[in-house]
């Protein structure tokens, strides 16, 4: 048993001397792959938002036309934002080495 504990021990020190080790700092490009794809995240969030957007507003207009129809009454809308189309990705400038 005191041998099972002491590969144990043994284990842990060596994962934890593992997970301390530094690794080198990330180069040039691999900062400007991040960043890129960073934008490129942020921008896919972006135009998800406005998919959303644009299907709680039809959502809506159906919901309205339907209670008409139906001769409902119905609270007015509350007003909301427009929806903001995020256009294309632009992939960022690369700030130019000094």
Known sequence: MKLVRDLLALSALCVAA???AKLPPPSEEAKA???EAAAKAA???KVEAFKLCKVMDQVAADYYAEAKKAGRE???PV???????PGPFVAPVAAAPK
């Open 33 to 35: 792959k991040a960043a």
């Open 74 to 76: 119905t609270k007015p």
């Open 43 to 45: 921008h896919a969030q």
């Open 18 to 20: 593992v997970a301390t």
């Open 79 to 85: 007003a909301t934002p427009a929806c903001v189309d």
